[in-house]
């Protein structure tokens, strides 16, 4: 029976470590100098106190560092730390009972009581003073050795009243802190994991563009070398990362003709999609893009411009991949000798194989998974954009992931992935730091509210930052089908305003609005053929500067921002404030309308403003700079799509 | 970096396994024959199909039960098993890729766009049929080996039609899911705990009585053979579990006199749970009471007439505790070579020392608590209460409940823990089946409603289950002082009807309400002298009756029952449904007014009770007979606290 005994039989109770994702499976995240709280519950059986410390370190290996907990009542615990670097930490909660501070509440309360000399109770005093200042003495801090020994020779000739005073001096309880008796230490066995990953993992515009279409003339396709006046339109209007679908040689046989057609014609150029032809596969350029150095000049010149590079990472093989040849085993063979193309029956996607992530030789194919990710970071790019991951096994996801991160812990992983929502977040738990989301499709007022609530939820928020995308080169969504530029205002604005993160695929700030029914695609879409563009029309390209101008400048629509709905007197009018970390205050009401002038009066969130009912206070349109006084009630407001689509309020007073 | 690979990557992402009390730490709770259903999140990257199955087994080494699980949609599965017979269990949620289903999907997907002969597809249909007939032989099933080889040899001859018939047939798809490739299996690193312990945990009405008052005339102990009145009495009243304070020697140092004095006169007969003097300590019975013998003697007179007996199970001695010579080292130790008495100052209780449940031989103490259990066990207790956990580590606990219930399952724990709420829950957490609560203190419609809400709470469900006492001999709740007949009633009325446990101790039928102000306490409280008392007094005897018949026919009102708050017009009304597991439906109707009739409109809880607003339907008050017609809407209910202070209505259409 002897053997059932537990090791070391914890003294202390210590549970529900918050934030925690499946229970500390998973990590939680957080970016480069953003704070983490974290509370737990902990007690201890009987009277005695205890103290609470937070532990984090970043890696595995590293020293652990402590911070005092809070109590915060009920046996609820909490403190925080602010990591100030990118990588993979843990933290934890310690506790343990504190005997020193136990011995002080006693000794008050019986002091108080009048007990009489103590001299007991004094000499307990002594021996734990004693038994500190060996324990000091051995850290070798041989000053608190010596006045805790002192201490333990002064106590026992002292009165109650002098023997309070003495313990209760903040030297005393200084070093009874410090050197105080952690025997019955209980730590849990798991710390949790953190993930503290780059600013921009948490804040920032994507801009998609094909560096081929970069002349615009629909005729003549570009180089890397040519995509300057891009770049230069890119930064205009705001946007933080570049993001370029594939770069890689593009495949011929099966090859997609314009519109996605079967057959592709002489002088079709493919979809960047289907990887892999006779210039090799996913570490090498496109030929017709340049070369290796044009497309390490493209990153640093995009850099030099504050613009980072988005690469796009589509784990597929067209059949002229030369893996195909040199590791025909990472594929699916079938009976005949054939490999196996991508299907979903009936549908056949002939240009494109996909991977046999689970062959004989999966190590060998993760390994080239993770050395082209490593290849590409030698190469200066820190941001990649993945394709469709839910088509790959997490377990891949999870493992490659963290092996790049541990060269490049400030890479950034966007994640692809147009599916059900139990993959969707799981793909962001086991890494990736963004998230497409279903912001694409959700339109009407009430299913954007409640699709940000979830998103805002505790835990979703620990974990999972979504990505809003109005449109991209494959999802021309129904509501901006042949719609007004005030429609497309309006999807960037909410986009802009609601989330962190945003992003638009090229054309979107020109209104380029026509589909090829019944799919929600462009016509003529870029991913098939070149498209004419003028980057000097006007379009929406003032509105988008100005909401990335915002951005920049308002901490409210950053990472830390809070999303607060209050109500509108109009289904077609949204009204919500962004609250930042340090108490600024931003109101915005947005119009769904795109076609008709709407008026209703605007209750704000009162709470989250921080405004009394009745109060008066005023507000600065950052999008305008006009200013107004708005109460704490109804305020009346007028959007006119042909005007304006929203107010950016600035709280002022 | 090869050496950071995942052994075996998961093919299939599970998680969020429901039941789970802090993700799988502490085990969930059942009783025998309750099912545990268990949900689970479980998907894997691209098209293919998986199969999902339940697996579950008693105690770690026994061999697993495998249980399909159901696809509820959104990637959630569900399936349930039943545990009969008592123990530890586990239980997870495997899954892997299914390979036949998915061919057979894809066949039949193809057949119908009449995609040609399909030949390959064939042919890797008897690939599939061929590697499973061998496994189906290597495991000795030569039947299913033959029957697949001969489809395999079949399939390849068929047209698309005739292949899909025969692969769509039971027998075939039978063969499949039984011998089927489940080589990319995946399952949870660590499996889920479940206690399954005896029917009478989950559902128990408790009497506790002190045995040396057995004769109730206030001057003569009794010996625990002179208790077979009140052994018939608790039976008659309809409770299972009596509960007799500590019966083990009594110390004489310090020993308590009556209403809790510091000095007792001689005669005074002493607090049982000032445990441990001349005639030994937990292992002995109180000479006074009788020898083991008649102790045994007790607990299969109770048994036979359907009663379990509860021992209490205190941990703390008197100075006179045979511990206290034998073993020092168990005790706190003072400079002034003292042992330190339990104290919360400037509270000093000198008749009480606490053991050092941490001290050097730890181990000793903890194996003697064990043994003490175990040899309780083996004179036939199978129930506990015990004494103040919270004052104990919960470790010891955790590591003794478990250790006692290797060798007897069916023993049931009662936890005594009047402490904050984190304390309480986490008791339940490790081990204990059942728990004291706060309900000996929520007198009031709103915050009983509320507390109710949170004990039916996932998962506080899950793992707590609170036993409802409108007294105890430390408890005389302020609002039973002095308090009338009607006021036990309903008392007992909520208790009995609102949880599955519930408990008096004796004199509550009696309407026993002096209190010795200020405290909470009784008058010349048993614990410390002999009380008068008449057990053929009528009190509320029949209302206690009546109110455990009920129970004991109601399923409703037992271990699976779900309490649903109804609306009344009068805040001194309260209506509540309770819904059985199989359907069946109760309404309670209780006045919380012991003093005026009260009268007001109930709305029933329509959706609990399965009625229709505006729909007729006749009850039955299970405590007097009689039937009315009610609506689903507002009903006219009128409780005068001389007449009755409930109805407790059965739904009978």
Not at 87 to 92: D, P, Q, R
Not at 337 to 346: F, H, Q
Not at 443 to 458: F, I
Not at 464 to 473: E, G, V
Request: with cysteine; aromatic share 10%; glycine share 8%.
């Amino acid at each position: 029976m002897q053997s059932n005994f537990p090791e070391h039989p914890p003294a202390v109770v210590i549970s529900g470590i918050e934030p925690a994702v499946d229970g500390g499976r998973y990590p939680v995240k957080r970016v480069v100098g953003e704070p983490l709280e974290v509370w737990a519950t902990v007690f201890k059986d009987g009277h005695d106190l205890i103290s609470v410390v937070l532990l984090w370190r970043r890696e595995e290996k590293g020293e652990w560092s402590e911070v005092p907990m809070r109590d915060l009542g009920n046996d609820r615990w909490g403190g925080e730390f602010t990591p100030d670097r990118e990588g993979l930490y843990e933290y934890t909660v310690a506790a343990w009972p504190d005997r020193e501070g136990t011995w002080l509440d006693e000794f008050r309360k019986k002091t108080a009581a009048g007990e009489g000399d103590l001299a007991v109770e004094r000499e307990e005093g002594a021996i734990w003073l004693r038994e500190a200042s060996l324990r000091a003495r051995q850290a070798g801090d041989v000053v608190a050795a010596r006045d805790m020994m002192q201490m333990a020779m002064l106590l026992p000739t002292l009165d109650p009243a002098e023997a309070l005073e003495l313990m209760e001096g903040e030297g005393a309880r200084a070093l009874a802190r410090r050197w105080g008796d952690r025997r019955l230490l209980t730590v849990p066995e798991q710390a949790h994991p953190l993930l503290v990953e780059s600013r921009l993992a948490g804040f920032s515009a994507w801009y998609e563009f094909f560096p081929r279409n970069a002349r615009g003339d629909g005729k003549t396709p570009a180089t890397l070398r040519e995509c300057t006046r891009v770049l230069h339109h890119a930064k205009a209007l705001g946007f933080d990362v570049v993001y370029l679908p594939p770069v890689h040689p593009i495949g011929l046989s099966f090859r997609k003709g314009k519109n996605n057609a079967t057959t592709c014609e002489p002088g079709d150029i493919g979809s960047p999609w289907a990887i892999g032809g006779e210039a090799g596969g996913h570490r090498d350029i496109d030929p017709a893009l340049g070369t290796m150095e044009d497309f390490r000049g493209f990153v640093e010149e995009a850099r030099a411009l504050g613009l980072e590079t988005a690469m796009d990472f589509a784990l597929q093989c067209s059949p002229d991949h030369p893996w195909v040849r040199e590791h025909p085993e990472w594929f699916h063979h079938r009976p005949d000798g054939s490999i196996k193309y991508a299907e979903n029956p009936p549908k056949k996607y002939q240009d494109i194989y996909p991977l046999h992530f689970h062959n004989a030789n999966w190590r060998g194919l993760w390994q080239e998974i993770l050395d082209t990710l490593l290849f590409w970071c030698g190469q200066g790019v820190r941001v990649f954009r993945v394709d469709n991951p839910h088509t790959k096994p997490v377990a891949m996801w999870e493992w490659v992931l963290r092996e790049v991160r541990r060269k490049f812990p400030e890479a950034v992983f966007l994640s692809e992935a147009f599916t059900r929502p139990a993959m969707m977040r799981h793909l962001a738990k086991i890494g990736f730091s963004q998230s497409y989301s279903y912001f694409t499709w959700r339109t009407g007022k009430e299913e954007l509210q409640q699709y940000v609530r979830e998103l805002e939820e505790w835990p979703v928020r620990q974990y999972m930052r979504a990505n809003f995308w109005p449109n991209t080169p494959d999802i021309l969504a129904y509501e901006l089908w042949n719609a007004p530029p005030a429609k497309f205002g309006i999807r960037a604005t909410l986009a802009a305003t609601l989330m962190p993160n945003w992003g638009i695929y090229s054309g979107y700030e020109f209104v380029e609005n026509k589909p090829l029914p019944p799919k929600e695609e462009y016509l003529d879409s870029e991913k098939y053929q070149l498209r004419e563009r003028d980057l000097s029309a006007p379009g929406i390209t003032v509105h988008i500067s100005a909401l990335n101008a915002v951005r920049r400048a308002q901490p409210a629509l950053q990472e830390r921002g809070r999303v607060v709905f209050g109500e509108t007197g109009h289904e077609q009018v949204m009204a919500y404030a962004r609250v930042g970390p340090e108490g600024d205050r931003l109101l915005v009401v947005v119009t769904l309308d795109a076609e008709n002038a709407v008026e209703c009066m605007v209750t704000p969130p009162l709470d989250a403003l921080g405004v009394a009912p009745g109060e008066s206070f005023a507000v600065e349109d950052l999008l305008t700079g006009e200013t107004w006084t708005w109460q704490g009630g109804g305020n009346y407001v007028k959007l006119d799509p042909t005007e304006r689509v929203a107010h950016v309020f600035r709280i002022v007073q």
